[in-house]
């Protein structure tokens, strides 16, 4: 492969904090003005804001969503659901999570990724043991890595694009969620952390039902599409 179509560096920032930082600043401007698109997890505080750099308006940020089916009661396995074939392009079938923060004034969110009960490989350590298993796993932190992929994905394509350019695309070809409720089930975990789970452990969870809502605050520019966004990037 030609070092041209190596796709540039993505930096996916998984953390971050409630104060500005002038130096992390200065750096991210210093790695876009070289080439770097810097994705960054809008934070887990809900109505309470998003968190630094993901707010910085340079960062393409992410929140999160879930599914409306997740742990749908005719799957008695619990786990069984996750090989269902979901109509991604339906916005019903889709919610704000709602741990996902909210862009408040001065704020800027850019997209929407799928960061709630979301099924990944890990390991996990409980009384001094570590343990390999899947999990599943909640958190913008786990929605910010789909969209460093798809931008990923884009860079390969054109290996030109700006994280401005970026940040357009997958912006205007992003799935629009509306204000409105879904009606949900939701997971609370037994052992364990309260953000995760083991597969092994899926016996000892429970659900119950609730009804999420949301207004304009949480959806940023909506829900990522990587096929629309891939197509929508242009050729160099």
């Not at 998984?14 to 750096?27: H, K, N, P, T």
């Not at 979901?86 to 408040?104: C, K, M, N, T, Y």
């Not at 599943?136 to 994905?153: D, K, M, Q, R």
Request: hydrophobic fraction near 50%.
């Amino acid at each position: 492969m030609a070092l041209s179509a190596i796709p540039r560096l993505l930096i996916n920032s998984a953390g971050g904090g409630s104060s500005d930082d002038v130096l992390v600043r200065a750096a991210i401007d210093y790695a876009i003005v070289h080439g770097v698109v810097v994705v960054a997890a809008a934070g887990n505080s809900g109505t309470d804001g998003m968190i630094f750099p993901a707010r910085y308006a340079p960062v393409i940020s992410a929140g999160a969503t879930a599914l409306v089916r997740n742990f749908p009661p005719e799957d008695p396995t619990l786990i069984q659901w996750i090989l269902n074939d979901v109509a991604e392009g339906d916005p019903f079938q889709h919610l704000i999570a709602r741990f996902s923060a909210w862009e408040l004034p001065g704020q800027d969110l850019d997209v929407l990724a799928p960061g709630a009960v979301v099924p990944v490989a890990g390991p996990l350590v409980r009384g001094g043991v570590g343990l390999v298993d899947y999990n599943f796993v909640a958190g913008t932190s786990f929605a910010s890595p789909h969209v460093a992929g798809i931008a990923a994905l884009m860079l390969q394509k054109n290996p030109g694009l700006t994280a401005a350019q970026i940040e357009q695309i997958l912006e205007n070809t992003a799935l629009p969620l509306p204000p409105g409720c879904r009606n949900v089930r939701v997971p609370v975990s037994g052992p364990g952390h309260w953000w995760s789970f083991r597969w092994t452990d899926i016996a000892n969870i429970v659900l119950f039902d609730a009804t999420v809502c949301w207004n304009a605050s949480p959806a940023g520019h909506d829900l990522v599409q990587a096929d629309a966004a891939l197509a929508a990037t242009p050729l160099p």
